[in-house]
């Protein structure tokens, strides 16, 4: 079964616009909330995290919006740039991260200029 | 400051073979993870060790098998390869810690076929 649904799976944004990915999840038990960016031939490394006692978490361009009545977070890049050009999971684990991570399926991400 | 080294990078082999894969931190940390990554499917947790000497099945265990060798080095074994087990295979480790919210560091995979 799929705990943590992502959308979508393929996203286009003009170089400057704001690129918006979405997940949900279901297991209530989770309470820690990270994005994983993955380029092509690497493996993914961590962008950003949340945890549920805060709503929204700014690094630089990078935001994570956290609903928890609606067991949803998203995934907000400002002013995107070719560079972001990537795969983007979400993911979450519960016992404050330190439990297993349960992954999205992915968002592949291209900026065009 | 290698991270988290994986070897081989590519591997082709046919139905029935074995193979180990080999992972490596040098982080000292104590959880390592072994994921496999397929278009559509997100990473699905193989199997994980929350320490040297201890185990865990994750979310698609069957047909592999693992050995935490050391503190430093965690190892995934095909015993009869079969088409299905064709993949990205990631390795990871964290500094598992309560309360700490430590990041998942992964390797840059290996990337098998199965003929």
């Known amino acids: 079964q799929q705990q943590v649904k992502q959308s979508p799976q393929s996203l286009i944004v003009q170089k400057g616009g704001i690129s918006i990915i979405n997940c949900a999840y279901e297991?209530?038990?989770?309470?820690?909330f990270p994005w994983y960016q993955q380029f092509p031939g690497k493996g993914p490394a961590l962008l950003i995290a949340?945890?549920?006692?805060?709503s929204e978490k700014k690094e630089g361009r990078f935001t994570i919006s956290f609903n928890k009545s609606a067991k949803q977070f998203s995934l907000h890049i400002m002013d995107s740039q070719p560079g972001d050009s990537a795969t983007y999971f979400c993911?979450?684990?519960?016992?404050?991260?330190?439990?297993?991570?349960?992954f999205g399926t992915g968002t592949r991400l291209t900026i065009i200029p | 400051n290698a991270g988290v080294t994986q070897t081989p990078k590519f591997q082709v082999l046919k139905t029935g073979q074995s193979m180990t894969l080999q992972c490596a931190q040098d982080?000292?940390?104590?959880?390592m993870y072994w994921y496999r990554q397929d278009p559509g499917m997100g990473l699905r947790l193989i199997y994980y060790?929350?320490?040297?000497?201890?185990?865990d099945k994750g979310e698609v265990p069957n047909g592999y098998n693992v050995s935490r060798l050391n503190k430093r080095e965690f190892s995934l074994r095909l015993e009869s390869a079969a088409p299905s087990q064709t993949s990205v295979y990631f390795c990871?480790?964290?500094?598992?810690?309560?309360?700490?919210?430590?990041?998942?560091?992964f390797g840059d995979g290996t990337r098998l076929s199965i003929l």
């Open positions: 990871a480790s964290s500094e598992a810690g309560y309360g700490s919210n430590q990041p998942q560091h």
């Open positions: 297991n209530t038990a989770f309470d820690y």
């Open positions: 949340i945890r549920p006692d805060v």
């Open positions: 993911a979450a684990s519960g016992d404050f991260g330190n439990e297993k991570l349960t």
């Open positions: 982080m000292n940390h104590n959880s």
């Open positions: 060790s929350a320490s040297e000497g201890t185990t």
